[in-house]
């Protein structure tokens, strides 16, 4: 299930769905997700603060900057790999 935040005050009209009015709408990790399914942010607003876990083509990865907007595996995020310590 997908998760969004309301940005701006507005009437809601047919078709201003996230997807397609993106100035409206700003995308929340799901509650109780510790990885959640990256999503491209769209600007600021939504880019990936430092530490922020995410899950992109089977791969579990951690944010290593602030304002992160680029894809995982790409720049400014660590693979997080599993212990086999244990």
Known sequence: MRCYRCEQKHTSQT???PHAAPALWT???ELGVEYPQWSQPIGSRDSYPKGAKVTDEGKKWISEVDNNVWKPGVFGW???KEDTNE
Do not use: L, V
């Open 78 to 80: 660590a693979e997080e």
């Open 15 to 17: 078709g201003w769905k």
């Open 27 to 29: 995308k929340i990790p």
